[in-house]
């Protein structure tokens, strides 16, 4: 039986098709280091071309073309140039800024008339992500979040593991990521730039690993807590201990519509391997997906289903599945945002998601700075 269940899950992704008929005209607004990735993304399509760059520290983005060959691309500072530039035609950006700049940048290309590929976290606070919302809806646009996970092989077979109903109804869901040292420096680490931690950092991938699996329901109340201990240690810390004020642990008790518990934990930095691997526990039968020592977009090993055959307790692998497409998935997330311009369809990760992954963030830190559990209330996000 167990042979008959893994079948189903064996199909071989098809590669995608790469169109070739028309060059698209991408800027790039941030030139730090998420933004190497994009640009070496954007540099093997064959239908693209990279014609702009901003960073507000002068320099940067002219040290970022040569560095990548980029030639004959405007170099812009402040993103607010390059909207006022009415010569400058786009048909896409990637937003590639630090967190507390995402929302003033996306809202400002969509209502320049550009579509959007904006790094994650989608923002840092809720009123942020209502405007991101009402500018795309008035925009017309493509505006899809960088979420590159959900193009891995691996995490696609969890979302096709519970919508095959083999688990049964869901009911709780342990979630999370752990690294033992892994604290970043730069714009990550203060809350004037990033405004969360290790929440924003790698938390938001492990919270839509799950919430896409299971359909998006609408996160209802949290119960938080969150500390900086170890990036606030000089010992640990020398250089960066003074100016670390995000947090660098976090956890939460979420209930969500549809009666389900989600307990989730995420960790920068902490005296443990990791904070325990995922599970997906259904009424038919339980999944496991073994944790990673640092996010990085996959499962990390083999995944297991539990459940009882003829009343005993049984349980098989799920394989870890290869990818045939020939692509990373940097290159997959570009890809899709560029078949999305190109087509008019839906971008591949939507606000209509993520915005309920961005309440359950900020519901955290909120809930963590009262000492208390709070009500979300939040709107049903096709009305925004």
């Given amino acids: 039986m167990a042979d008959a269940v893994l079948s189903q899950f064996k199909q071989a992704e098809e590669k995608e098709v790469i169109s070739s008929d028309k060059k698209l005209r991408i800027g790039i607004i941030g030139t730090g280091w998420i933004a190497e990735s994009h640009a070496e993304s954007y540099l093997i399509m064959p239908d693209v071309e990279i014609v702009a760059l901003s960073d507000m520290i002068p320099g940067k983005a002219a040290k970022f073309a040569e560095k990548y060959g980029i030639k004959g691309a405007k170099i812009y500072g402040h993103h607010s140039e390059m909207i006022a530039d009415k010569s400058l035609e786009l048909d896409g950006v990637s937003v590639c800024t630090y967190n507390k700049t995402h929302a003033e940048c996306t809202i400002d290309c969509l209502n320049r008339g550009w579509n959007v590929l904006l790094e ?20 017309g646009k493509v505006l899809t979040i960088g979420f590159q996970p959900r193009f ?34 730069g714009t990550f680490i203060e809350q004037d730039t990033a405004g969360i931690g290790a929440l924003a950092d790698i938390g938001c991938y492990s919270l839509d690993m799950v919430l896409n699996a299971i359909g998006y329901p609408k996160p209802l109340t949290v119960s938080a807590y969150k500390s900086d201990f170890f990036g606030t240690n000089p010992e640990m810390y020398p250089q960066d201990a003074k100016r670390f004020n995000v947090d660098d642990f976090a956890a939460a008790f979420i209930r969500l519509e549809g009666g389900i518990i989600l307990d989730f934990r995420i960790s920068w930095a902490m005296h443990m391997d990791t904070t325990g691997d995922t599970l997906i526990l259904g009424k038919k039968a339980g999944l496991r997906i073994p ?10 090993g083999p995944m297991k289903i539990y459940k009882d055959v003829a009343n005993e307790p049984v349980e098989f692998e799920v394989p870890i599945l290869p990818d045939y497409s020939g692509m990373g998935l940097f290159d997959h997330k570009i890809r899709s945002f560029l078949d999305a311009i190109k087509t008019g369809g839906k971008a591949a990760v939507s606000t209509d998601q993520i915005f309920y992954n961005q309440a359950i963030l900020s519901g955290i830190v909120e809930s963590a700075e009262l000492g208390k559990e709070i009500e979300l209330n939040l709107p049903d996000v096709e009305s925004i």
Avoid: H
């Avoid at 996010?295 to 990390?300: A, H, I, L, R, Y």
């Fill in 152 to 185: 891995d092989v691996n995490m696609k077979m969890i979302k096709r593991i519970v919508e095959s109903g083999e688990l049964g109804e869901i009911y709780y869901i342990q979630t999370g990521g752990g690294r033992r040292r892994g604290i970043p420096g």
């Fill in 291 to 300: 944790s990673t020592e640092c996010w990085n977009g996959t499962v990390g």
């Fill in 120 to 139: 994650k976290p989608m923002c840092v606070t809720m009123d942020e992500a209502v405007a991101i919302r009402k500018a795309e809806k008035a925009s």
